[in-house]
């Protein structure tokens, strides 16, 4: 009822003059007639705005001051500048993070990189090197690292002394698939164990049977360990050698892959000449 009321209350009584609101007539005019101006200016706005735009983002302001490279010690930061095709003065909204991971990325030495800007000045490339773990034999000699990645050529001057893989295949090399590379990884697991072992190997032969064969540094003989169960033969090879100390000469080689024994082969007896 009280709604209803109210609504009566304000109803015009009989012979009372409605007055022109008049302020309301002329902003609406104003309005309408504004339209015109609005469209013919919209597109001089918009120019001016994208000029504006284009003025701020190539101000000096953010010009890079900055070029910060973490990385190890095989490839230098001067050197990932100038592959990334950077230099100081550059305007930092032109720098391309992607296109400059992608270039980077391709050094060899590279596993994995990151570039980041931070406004207004500074670019900072993070780099994760590669570790050799291994050499991988085929006429000339090429890194391996943990995974099982055949990623460099051995350049002059650069570390040998790793153990060296040898039995692989040119096409091993060329393909470096997943059973590849799973090999060499089983191989380089063989020698973290043998270096944890305090016998270090000097090479690792990929036989033609499919197994292993090691050649440890300090006994120049070859072992033959077949392929998986790593621990259980090292742990019986381990216990036999010491039983040819002194005696090395005598064998021709030694063979742990099997379960419950080791062979051992003895070199053939020379003969006196008379």
């Given at each position: ?38 469209i ?23 010009s ?13 930061g ?31 030495w ?19 090197e590669?570790?050799a773990?291994?050499i ?31 039995g ?107």
């Amino acid at each position: 009822m009280g709604i209803f009321s109210r609504l009566r209350g304000n109803k015009r009584k009989d012979g009372e003059s409605v007055r022109p609101n008049f302020a309301a007539w002329a902003a609406a005019l104003l309005a309408v007639s504004s339209i015109p101006a609005l469209i013919f200016t919209w597109p001089h706005v918009r120019r001016l705005g994208g000029d504006l735009r284009e003025e701020l983002l190539n101000h000096p302001y953010f010009s890079v001051q900055e070029i910060r490279v973490r990385a190890g010690d095989k490839v230098g930061g001067s050197e990932i500048v100038a592959i990334a095709g950077m230099n100081h003065g550059m305007n930092i909204w032109k720098v391309d993070p992607a296109a400059i991971e992608r270039k980077v990325g391709k050094h060899p030495w590279v596993k994995r990189v990151l570039v980041r800007r931070e406004l207004p000045r500074r670019v900072v490339i993070e780099v994760e090197e590669r570790e050799a773990k291994g050499i991988v034999v085929l006429g000339r000699l090429y890194y391996v690292d943990a995974d099982g990645l055949v990623f460099k050529e051995v350049g002059e001057g650069e570390k040998t002394d790793f153990p060296m893989l040898t039995g692989l295949k040119q096409g091993d090399l060329a393909s470096q698939n997943h059973a590849i590379r799973q090999k060499i990884r089983e191989a380089l697991k063989v020698a973290e164990m043998m270096r944890q072992g305090s016998l270090a190997l000097s090479e690792i032969h990929f036989s033609a049977h499919g197994g292993l064969v090691l050649y440890p540094m300090v006994y120049p003989i070859p072992v033959h360990v077949g392929w998986g169960d790593w621990q259980g033969k090292l742990e019986r090879l381990e216990r036999v050698l010491p039983m040819w100390n002194g005696k090395e000469a005598r064998l021709a080689s030694l063979d742990v892959s099997f379960r419950d024994q080791v062979v051992a082969r003895m070199r053939k007896a020379q003969g006196l000449k008379g």
